[in-house]
């Protein structure tokens, strides 16, 4: 199966819950003395009284019995071989499946006329930025870029003025500190973590989804999470033209 998903089969005596390989779609269950559950958020789950509540992780598998839950490993997926010799074809087979991945999702919204894309002014943003941007205009779909944060923050300078080279629209939401401090509750509450770095991370990205949500935009795009996978690749600006570029 392809994107995010979560799994479940049951029979009259069991249930089994797993979540896909990479983990990109959450996965939660909590035990009680009188039943077990499972959600794909915390808040459910705390809502009906479970208050432990425990992640499935990328690969695992739980299993509902009478006995209670057990969490396994998954079997491993079966990987094609990869015959990749030089750095040119890696980059050119990750710059395949990345626009094949966009165009997919472009595809299956077709009824939608509009998208947003968060623009932190990182390079995950950016890249992700550029290449919606790049496929959504060869189908006739607007892309809106959105960026939050602090007046004096450069990413929020970079953000502005990568928008501006490669001609995206592009609206900007200057934070002060009484509306940091009035949206971390509600950062909280959606993260479902008081976590330090999560709402850190989480507070701009709030404020970018809130902006382009009241502008109407059902569909957003977003570079969060793949720091692992994108790390050395380098984005810069060089005799005015942004251009990026991969190095170990």
Sequence with gaps: MDSDYALMVCNSDRMVVSRNSLGTKPLYFAEGNKFSAFAS???????????????????ELAAFEQEGVSVKEALPLDKPKIDIRSMTQAIDCYREAFYSAVRKRLDEISHIDKVGVLLSGGVDSCLVAKLVYDVASDLGVEVIAYTAGLPDSPDVSFAQEFAEEIGIKHKTRMLDIDEIEECIPSVIDAVEEADFVQVEAGRGVYAAMDMASQGGIKVFFSGQGPDELWRGVILGCRGGKFSYECGI
């Design 41 to 59: 958020s915390k808040k459910p789950l705390w809502k009906i009284g479970l208050g432990t509540v425990m992640p499935l992780r990328a690969g």
